[in-house]
């Protein structure tokens, strides 16, 4: 029976104008292993999202997709969470507990699995993948090799009858990476679960697979044999031959299709004996490093750093030196301290014994211009990413440096052409594939032109043919006496392009040699060539060096077509110049400086710490003024004019009409409400107080649960909701020594806003029932969860009847007036309700008098969180609701 039967899929990412799958077919049989590859940005990690469907992105699909004979999307939530496993590149982003067993029975208790079902499974699962010497410890304990094992461990504790892995190795040493694919083809052989694996380091994938497609641009170019995929990819010509495994290509070159074709580095071995008896093999070429400055631009003296007074060292007396224009390839296993040293360099962290110095001098003494010259590629790419856009994001790296128009759009050009950005330049950083997203942050860290490039494993994700351009990049760098130091668990890239390599064990360095010495003597951390050509060819590491030595014919790499595009050497621009510094007026300094020491001052005073001069001694207008007065200030020394253009705010919220179901909710519910008090008021006696309350709260909730469920929303909108919930609970709680200085009704209205008023409603009833667990429950907690989720219902259908503007001063206003006559009123007849006062006029006017000053507070204090967090809040739930679909309703 086959697993997946996949047929024309088609599919495009919404606001882009192509399709990045194209009528892809093919068909998956049970029980086979299946790769994958292609190169970055061809839609690997598209294609294998659609196969499970939560996971699936949004955007314009065609074309139908078949599990285990059946229309995917038809198998319930339980079939696809329990038959499909998925494994993704970090596994630091799908674990979930805290706990190796707890992340082991996590899956199992979402199933509903019975208690004793998931002590068995746990632990044998726990006895399969060796997990037995960590059942006990805390996730934060284990390497990144453990913590991928143990991600793939918990999913196949559901027994999935079918495992899809993205690029699951990719941040993992050569040593964990080994391990891991053992474990993958370990579940494939002895229990028949069918694997689907992304990979671009193909050498020991291959030899596991049954057969192997070859994507790019988002077609199938192969669908055979690993054997016969080479042949394939060389008739058409194809970039993807580059990233074969090596004994595949060193026979390409060298046998020219005479015999069979090897996989297997022992297959590889095995030809190349043969090859060997029946051929003079040429001597080795000399290793040619190129030249560098002799003067010292990197080095660490005698460093030793742990990151907390009571945790062990991670470096451990490091040493090292990396000279001007020199490139510098540091190797070794998760946890060897290859970051910290990094972090070191450019400053991040500080060692506890030892000296850092740059350039001659001690990195603490060296001016924070001068700390520039040194750019860092992070190990997660998207930490560099803080626009909207690419092109958005590299012309950020200006801001605030004088430098003439034509220079820096001949700049931009010439990363974008460099690092071939070219069609992702309007893309949404965030949702560029993993190779894609390393080429964007090289570019802008090459806009900086420092003197000393980190990179924390460039090649990660990135195919064959980008790596070659990045050395050639790195090369044009080291030229123009550019220092790199590079981490990388890539051996193959390492062998090839670095000018000297180093091991790192236990915190300090091992071993330093250049590529060839450096890995023809080692056994494990060597290249898939070398270990082909071991006692055969003296000192081969690398594909290039078998094929001389068999063919007499030194490769000829050209030089690359944009590296002279990128100009090192003109002029220098990191320095900001104060001219072109976009700054604060003078005014708006100190008016900025006056105003927050008042409104610390008025904390102090309002938290009751001065003993003469504290709340209970001041009227309540003056308690008022002390707080109010310092956070206008405050907003008008930094706020600034709405960013947001008008046009853009009006696409967003295109005239449409309120379902009657919701109508039909709203009005029961003030109907209702009211009625219900009056009721209970009356004829109760006032008794009864908290079974109104209970009233209360099931007639506001239950009309909007059932219009909220009968829509039924997707569960990435439950979790935007639980989050924005969340966050009002947390804000609540921050500013709970504030009296009526929350930021809650704020939070609420742009749940409204953003998501529609069913949504507004339910972060502001649920965020008042939750955040009341922590400060005491009662008969108040139905009419605060009432009154604010009436607020973010009421925002949500006056945006969408263009009513009410996301703009900074009709959404203040409009906070202010929602908090103090909606909110303000019904908790101050609620008080009343809940001191059994007679319910007439005076006493109704008399609670309103009451609470009036503190409602103004309130009211004030919701104006200063929509003036300052609501406009780039909603940017990043317009980001939300774009990419996952999640419409406001």
């Known amino acids: 029976m086959e697993a997946f039967k996949v047929s024309n899929l088609t599919f495009r990412y919404p606001e882009t104008g192509e399709d990045v799958l194209k009528n892809v077919s093919f068909s998956v049989k049970n029980g086979e292993f299946i790769t994958l590859c292609g190169p970055s940005g061809c839609g690997k990690s598209t294609l294998l999202r659609h196969l499970k469907p939560t996971l699936a992105p949004l955007g314009v699909k065609s074309g139908e997709i078949f599990f285990e004979n059946e229309d995917i999307s038809s198998l319930s939530q339980r079939d696809l969470s329990q038959k499909i496993g998925f494994v993704m590149q970090s596994p630091d982003n799908q674990i979930v507990t805290d706990k190796v067993w707890h992340e082991l029975a996590f899956g199992l208790e979402s199933l509903g699995c019975d208690n004793a079902t998931i002590r068995r499974r746990v632990a044998e699962t726990a006895d399969f993948f060796g997990l037995e010497s960590v059942f006990d410890r805390s996730v934060s304990e284990l390497s990144g090799g453990q913590k991928q094992i143990l991600n793939l461990a918990s999913i196949m504790a559901m027994q999935p009858s079918v495992l899809i892995l993205d690029e699951p190795t990719s941040q993992l040493d050569p040593i964990a990476s080994s391990e891991f694919l053992a474990c993958v083809s370990k579940i494939n052989r002895e229990l028949g679960t069918t694997v689907i694996i992304t990979e671009h380091r193909l050498d020991e994938i291959f030899p596991l697979s049954d057969r192997v497609l070859v994507l790019e641009n988002g077609e199938i170019v192969s669908d055979d044999t690993p054997e016969n995929t080479g042949r394939n990819l060389k008739k058409i010509n194809s970039k993807t031959f580059l990233s074969l495994p090596s004994p595949m290509q060193i026979w390409d070159r060298v046998d020219l299709g005479n015999s069979d074709c090897p996989v297997t580095v022992a297959q590889g071995r095995e030809w190349l004996e043969k090859y060997s008896q029946s051929h003079t093999l040429y001597p080795l070429y000399d290793e040619k490093i190129p030249e560098h400055k002799e003067s010292v631009a990197v080095e660490l003296k005698d460093v030793w750093l742990r990151y907390e007074k009571t945790s062990p060292d991670v470096l451990k007396g490091l040493s090292f030196r990396a000279f001007e224009g020199e490139f510098v390839a540091i190797l070794g296993g998760n946890g060897a301290g290859k970051t910290t040293a990094l972090s070191l360099i450019n400053g991040l962290n500080s060692p506890y014994r030892g000296e850092v110095r740059l350039f001659g001098k001690n990195v603490n003494d060296i001016k924070q211009s001068d700390l520039l010259k040194v750019a860092a590629l992070p190990q997660n790419p998207q930490s560099l990413f803080v626009k909207k856009t690419v092109v958005e994001d590299l012309e950020e790296i200006f801001s605030g440096v004088k430098i003439k128009t034509e220079e820096k759009e001949k700049l931009i050009g010439s990363v974008v052409t460099l690092c071939r950005l070219e069609k992702l330049l309007k893309r949404h950083p965030y949702d560029l594939s993993g190779g894609e997203h390393q080429r964007a942050a090289l570019a802008k860290v090459l806009l900086s032109r420092p003197k000393i490039l980190l990179l924390d494993e460039p090649t990660k994700g990135i195919d064959a043919e980008f790596k070659e351009v990045l050395a050639d990049i790195i090369n044009t760098l080291t030229q123009s006496g550019v220092t790199v130091v590079m981490v990388s668990h890539d051996v193959e890239f390492c ?33 898939s060539a070398n270990r082909i050509s071991r006692s055969i060819i003296e000192n081969a590491v ?33 320095k900001p110049q104060k001219k072109e510094m976009q700054k604060l007026p003078l005014w708006k300094k100190l008016l900025g400086v006056f105003s927050a020491i008042a409104f610390v001052i008025s904390l102090i005073i309002n938290l009751d710490y001065l003993p003469d001069l504290n709340s209970k001694n001041l009227p309540t207008w003056v308690n008022f003024l002390i707080v109010a007065i310092p956070v206008v200030l405050l907003m008008v020394s930094f706020g600034s004019k709405s960013k947001r253009p008008l046009d853009e705010v009006r696409v967003d919220r295109r005239k449409q009409k309120i379902p009657k179901r919701t109508v039909a909710a709203a009005v029961m519910i003030l109907l209702a409400v009211p009625l219900t008090i009056f009721v209970g008021v009356t004829y109760f006696e006032d008794k009864k107080y908290l079974f109104i309350s209970l009233l209360v709260m099931l007639e506001c909730m239950l009309p909007f649960f059932l219009v909220f469920e009968g829509r039924k929303p997707q569960a990435r909108e439950l979790v935007i909701i639980a989050v924005l919930c969340a966050i009002a609970v947390v804000g609540r709680t921050a500013f709970y020594f504030l009296p009526q200085f929350k930021p809650v009704i704020a939070i609420v209205i742009i749940s409204g806003i953003a998501f529609g008023g069913e949504s507004g409603f339910l972060v502001g009833s649920l965020t008042m029932l939750l955040s009341n667990i922590m400060f005491g429950q009662g008969p108040w907690t139905p009419w605060q969860m009432f009154a604010s989720g009436i607020i973010g219902f009421l925002a949500g259908v006056l945006f969408r009847k263009r009513l009410l503007s996301r703009s900074r001063i009709p959404l203040c206003v409009f906070g202010f007036v929602a908090t103090v006559v909606i909110y303000g009123v019904i908790m101050n007849i609620s008080s009343a309700v809940m001191a059994h006062a007679p319910m007439n006029f005076e006493t109704i006017t008399t609670y309103l008098a009451l609470g009036f000053p503190f409602d103004i507070v309130h009211g004030l204090s919701t104006v200063a969180f929509l003036f300052f967090g609501a406009e780039p809040i909603l940017e990043k739930l317009d980001r939300v609701k774009t990419k996952y679909g999640l419409l406001s309703v």
């Open 495 to 527: 062998a090839k392009y670095p000018h000297r390599c180093m091991m790192f064990f236990g915190g300090d360095v091992v071993s330093q040699a250049t590529p060839r010495s450096f890995f023809a003597s080692n056994s494990f951390y060597a290249t």
């Open 542 to 574: 690398t594909a290039e060096d078998v094929i001389y030595c068999c063919t007499g014919k030194k490769e000829q790499r050209p030089p690359s077509a944009h590296t002279d595009l990128y100009d090192y050497n003109s002029e220098d621009f990191t």
